[in-house]
């Protein structure tokens, strides 16, 4: 199957600093998104962005697919931003997704 | 519009016996699919239905299985449990695969196998 690397493993932020996410994908992907999972374990949908770049807020990501990466980049972090964020991605159109091992961000008052 | 459902949230189980588990998709959503994750394997696909058909499976054993009714709600089993199944077990919805498609995921129930 296709491999997800996502970097850096752990993130230690202080609240207000950026950071920026990395997620490697080893095949070309029909689908990209990004999550966030809160402490609870739900995962939360952040982005659909299997190509281009997308902003909601205080988050935004792109996704180069020609150069198999995806971005995510977190400007003015907030405590409630702490959490483990994941990137998925689909090649067969059947809703099965692939995960990389996530990143650990921790963002300090 | 609700969010998907997933029932129970925790529960404990003993080696050996069995447990379903179940997922409400959100309304108008007829694609289930079921993941576990554990802190080891991280995220892993288990199956996925879509008008009450399995369209793709993982790499998982034959103890776990799952069904998709008429009304898209979904269940999943396993049987003879072993330790290591302990596990969270996600439940996402969407209305359809492929570009475009985007998955809502639930709660989770988080199992303990003891």
């Known amino acids: 199957g296709i491999q997800v690397e996502q970097s850096p493993p752990d993130l230690i932020l202080q609240e207000g600093a950026n950071s920026t996410l990395r997620c490697n994908f080893s095949?070309?992907?029909?689908?990209l998104q990004w999550f966030h999972q809160n402490p609870w374990g739900q995962l939360i949908n952040l982005f659909y962005?299997?190509?281009g770049t997308k902003q909601n807020g205080r988050l935004s990501a792109t996704t180069v697919a020609t150069e198999r990466y995806s971005l995510l980049y977190i400007s003015s972090s907030q405590t409630t931003d702490s959490g483990v964020y994941f990137c998925?991605?689909?090649?067969?159109?059947?809703?099965?997704?692939?995960f990389g091992s996530g990143t650990k961000l921790n963002v300090k008052p | 519009k609700a969010g998907v459902t997933q029932t129970p949230r925790y529960l404990i189980k003993t080696r050996g016996q069995q447990v379903t588990l179940s997922c409400s998709p959100i309304?108008?959503?007829?694609?289930v699919s079921w993941y576990q994750q554990t802190p080891g394997q991280g995220l892993q696909f288990l199956f996925e239905?879509?008008?009450?058909?399995?369209?793709n499976k993982g790499n998982f054993p034959g103890r776990f299985s799952g069904r998709q009714f008429s009304n898209s709600r979904s269940e999943m089993n396993v049987s003879t449990l072993e330790l290591g199944d302990s596990a969270l077990y996600l439940c996402?919805?969407?209305?359809?695969?492929?570009?475009?498609?985007?998955?809502?995921f639930g709660e989770g129930s988080w199992l303990t196998v003891v």
């Open positions: 095949d070309s992907v029909n689908n």
């Open positions: 239905y879509f008008s009450e058909t399995q369209r």
């Open positions: 996402a919805s969407s209305d359809g695969a492929g570009p475009g498609n985007t998955i809502y």
């Open positions: 962005i299997p190509s």
């Open positions: 998925a991605v689909d090649i067969y159109n059947f809703n099965k997704f692939y």
């Open positions: 309304s108008g959503h007829r694609s």
